[in-house]
């Protein structure tokens, strides 16, 4: 039998191996079922290599030093089973709590009158050690008998539980698999635990099936991620997921992993020769500069793919390694087509609508112009003085009219990149006496006094563009205006 001795240590070792990676590799998530893992693959490698060890010596008092040993190691699984169980079912916080204390105790129990000395008769075979059953412990044994059955019955519970609690259809298939793995254990165990009670010699294979059900564990934390969304091949998942391009090139700049979004924009099959240039249509840049300047920093451009039918956003950045040597280069794209035709849908609308501004600021100019004429003619022939009044404030108002379609016009040629300056040469006092003309209503209806204090030295006419000097200071004065309160002058502060 000593190839079932071999066939433990070789299991409890990958046990061991698999608890101890799970446990390193899942630092950042899955919580306290990363412990878990690590203590099922422990104890069941401690389980599994102590038994292992008993079948290859020939040494009685080594053979008791690891038989407590491996008690402890099926106390530890046993007790680890417990904790995930009563964890992961949902149940009330009194119950768990209960629950752990009694098997704790139970634990205790076993270790104490299952973990004395001489409770077995180890006897040495041509090639393998084996063992009976020390009629004189028979209470013993029956101690460690019902701590099996008190654990089981537990598990049984808190997984009929975790079963009724939970709709997740993995996490019930991880169920299934947990209850015939644990089902098997009771067949392993029969011929290191029950046959030496029948008088028959003792085999070491209970380890296996505590080996297999830390394995069972460990499969549904990675593959079938039953406890922890964040564990397993979840990164993948979202690798794939993503509604965007992810290319990690090497140092030859040829393609090293690339997900599904960004496998679809490349038409040829072999991928371990794939370059950017075989993604995008690079014509105003070589595709070195790129990766020169993502050394540096992060590159950002825009480009087309190869058929010229959809526009990215792309970015790419050197990952460098602990030397600040760069290792790989992490290429993100999005696709940008949808906005890049929104926004020329934008351009052509602002440019309808300066085009639109332009023609009316110049139409309604025309019939301004035909009243403002007239109304100078009522100015130059009229001798009633309501009349001239009136006309007066007609050809303020009219003018206060222009300059803001003038100022409308301007707006439509800023747009188009059209503003200029064009100089002429206007009269300085009616140029000042417009901007009164225009302003003197509004402070007088706010009860604010607006006066005129012109420098002596001021010419009577100046070249420049009075229109654009006339928006300049109309700005000024309506601001002034429409955000002074009280006039300063009555202020008696």
Request: with cysteine; net charge negative; proline share 2%.
């Amino acid at each position: 039998m000593w190839f079932i001795n071999c066939i433990l240590l070789m299991i409890g070792t990958v046990a061991a191996v698999m608890g101890i990676s799970f446990f390193m590799r899942n630092r950042e998530s899955a919580g306290n079922i990363r412990l878990y893992i690590f203590l099922y693959g422990i104890c069941s490698a401690v389980w599994c290599i102590s038994y292992a060890l008993i079948g290859l010596s020939d040494n009685t008092i080594l053979c008791e030093i690891l038989r407590k040993f491996g008690i402890l190691g099926i106390d530890g699984f046993f007790f680890t089973e417990v904790l995930m169980a009563t964890e992961m079912s949902g149940a009330k916080k009194p119950a768990v709590v209960l629950t752990r204390i009694f098997a704790i105790i139970n634990c205790l129990l076993d270790l104490i009158f299952f973990g004395q000395d001489g409770l077995d008769i180890f006897i040495r075979e041509p090639n393998w050690t084996t063992w009976k059953v020390n009629p004189d412990m028979h209470f013993n044994r029956m101690v460690h008998v019902y701590f099996i059955a008190a654990g089981f019955l537990i598990l049984i519970t808190f997984w009929a539980i975790w079963f009724r609690n939970n709709k997740m259809k993995r996490q019930k298939r991880f169920l299934y698999m947990a209850l015939l793995s644990n089902c098997s254990l009771f067949i392993f165990m029969a011929p290191d635990a029950f046959l030496p009670m029948l008088g028959v010699n003792g085999v070491s294979t209970s380890g296996i099936g505590g080996a297999v059900c830390a394995i069972v564990m460990w499969y549904g934390a990675t593959q079938l991620i039953s406890f922890d969304i964040r564990m397993g091949h979840i990164k993948d998942k979202v690798f794939d997921f993503l509604e965007a391009g992810i290319i990690v090139l090497d140092t030859d700049h040829h393609v090293s992993l690339i997900n599904r979004y960004a496998e679809q924009l490349v038409k040829t099959e072999n991928g371990s020769e794939w370059m950017l240039s075989d993604f995008f249509n690079f014509e105003e840049i070589a595709e070195d500069d790129i990766y020169s300047e993502a050394e540096n920093g992060i590159y950002s451009g825009g480009f087309w793919d190869k058929s010229g039918a959809r526009a990215f956003s792309v970015r790419v950045k050197a990952v460098e390694d602990d030397y600040g040597d760069p290792f790989c280069f992490m290429c993100v794209f999005l696709d940008m087509t949808e906005e890049l035709e929104a926004a020329k849908k934008l351009e052509i609308a602002s440019q309808a609508k300066s085009r639109f501004l332009a023609q009316m600021s110049h139409e309604i100019r025309t019939p301004i112009n035909a009243v403002l004429g007239m109304n100078e003619m009522i100015l130059r022939e009229a001798n009633n003085k309501d009349i001239l009044e009136y006309a007066e404030n007609i050809d303020s108002a009219g003018n206060t009219l222009l300059v803001l379609i003038n100022s409308i016009l301007d707006f439509s040629k800023i747009e188009d990149g059209k503003m200029d300056i064009v100089p002429v040469r206007y009269d300085t006092a009616s140029f000042i006496n417009d901007l009164f003309n225009s302003v003197a209503q509004r402070a007088d209806s706010k009860g604010l006094s607006l006066k005129i204090n012109v420098d002596d030295k001021l010419p009577s006419a100046m070249i420049g563009d009075d229109v654009r000097l006339s928006q300049v200071i109309m700005n000024l004065l309506t601001n002034a205006v429409k955000y002074t309160e009280r006039d300063p002058l009555l202020c008696p502060f």
